[in-house]
C-alpha cells in the first residue's frame, strides 16, 4: 500500500504509525524505507484510559485505535489524515481525497459497494437492526476514510464516540466490527460524508465493470470463497506483484537485526497463508497489523 501510495501521490506524504504496535524488524526498516523513496514518517502512541472499557484481543484494540482516539493522537497542527487499508493498492493521486469538500461532516467514509448482486445474502446492513438505523443512509466500511481534524475536535467528536462506544461495549454482541460500527452507529450525531464509489472498489461486494474507475483497490474479505489474501492479490491487482517484490529487495539490502528471541506479542503473526515466513515478513499485507495514517501536503 504505502508504496502504491507514493507512487500515484505528487505532493510530499508523512506516514504516522502507531507506535505500540510495531515489529522490532519493521522499526528496524522504516528508516532506510523512508530514505529510499523520500517520505516523512512519524511514530504517535496514546495509553487507552483506565476509565474507558478495555478491550482484550489485539485486532479488537487496533480497530479501537483507528476510531477512537483520532483527536487526541496527532499534533494539533495536522488539519487532515487520510487512513488507507495496507491491504489496499491505491491507484490515484491521493491529494485529491485530501481535498475533497466534507460538506460540514468531520470525517468522510466510502460506502460499501452494492453492485455485485451475487452477494447481496451476505450484505447483513440492508436487514435488521442496521436497516432500521440507518434508514436511507448508507453503512460506509472503514478501509478508507479521511478526517478533517479541526473539525472533528471543534464538535468534540471524539468525546461523543468514546461516551457511545463506553455504553455499546459493554454489551458483548455488540460493536462486532468495532471500528466501523461504531461511526455507522452515531451518524444521526456525527455525520459522514459519503465518498465517490470509486474511492474504493472490492471484489467481494463491486462488480467487475467498476473495477476500471478505480481509485483503490481493497482486497476485503470474501465470506463466501474465504480466498486468502496474498492469493487473492495476485490474482486481481497487476501490479501487486511489482510492489512486493520491490519491497522484498530493497529490505532485504537493508542492514537489520537478526532476532533469535522469541516473539513477543507486538510482533506480527505468523503467515496464515502458508510459505517461509522470513521471505513473506515483508509483504505490504503485514503492514494491516499496524495504525497506519498518512497526511498528505498541499
Request: charged share 25%; net charge positive.
Amino acid at each position: 500500500m504505502m508504496l502504491s501510495v507514493l507512487r500515484h501521490t505528487k505532493t510530499p506524504v508523512k506516514f504516522w504509525f502507531l507506535k505500540n504496535y510495531l515489529s522490532p524488524s519493521f522499526k528496524e526498516t522504516i528508516a532506510p524505507m523512508a530514505e529510499r523513496y523520500g517520505f516523512q514518517y512519524a511514530l504517535v502512541q496514546y495509553k487507552w484510559p483506565r476509565w474507558l472499557h478495555q478491550q482484550t484481543e489485539k485486532q479488537r484494540i487496533i480497530w479501537g485505535y483507528k476510531i477512537l482516539f483520532l483527536d487526541v493522537l496527532f499534533p494539533l497542527a495536522v488539519d487532515k489524515i487520510i487512513f488507507v487499508d495496507a491491504d489496499q493498492i491505491v491507484r490515484a493521486d491521493l491529494k485529491d481525497l485530501r481535498d475533497l469538500d466534507l460538506e460540514g461532516a468531520p470525517y468522510g467514509y466510502t460506502p460499501f459497494c452494492d453492485s455485485r448482486r451475487e452477494m447481496d445474502g451476505y450484505r447483513f446492513w440492508k436487514s435488521g437492526y442496521w436497516s432500521s438505523h440507518l434508514g436511507q443512509r448508507k453503512y460506509h466500511i472503514s478501509a478508507l476514510y479521511v478526517v478533517d481534524l479541526k473539525k472533528f475536535r471543534k464538535i468534540a467528536a471524539g468525546d461523543r464516540l468514546r461516551g457511545q462506544y463506553q455504553a455499546l461495549s459493554q454489551d458483548p454482541n455488540s460493536l462486532s466490527n468495532l471500528d466501523q460500527d461504531l461511526p455507522n452507529n452515531m451518524i444521526h450525531q456525527v455525520a459522514i460524508k459519503s465518498l465517490p464509489q470509486e474511492w474504493m472498489w472490492c471484489e467481494t461486494w463491486c462488480d467487475d465493470a467498476s473495477k476500471v474507475s478505480a481509485k483503490t483497490i481493497d482486497l476485503c474479505n470474501n465470506p463466501k470463497t474465504k480466498e486468502p489474501k496474498l492469493t487473492a492479490a495476485a490474482r486481481i491487482v497487476p501490479e501487486w506483484a511489482e510492489y512486493d517484490n520491490e519491497i522484498k529487495q530493497l529490505l532485504g539490502r537493508a542492514p537489520r537485526r537478526e532476532d533469535t528471541a522469541t516473539p513477543t506479542p507486538t510482533e506480527p503473526p505468523s503467515q496464515r497463508d502458508g510459505g517461509d515466513q522470513r521471505n513473506t515478513f515483508y509483504s505490504p499485507f503485514y503492514l494491516y497489523f499496524l495504525i497506519l495514517f498518512f497526511t498528505v501536503s498541499t
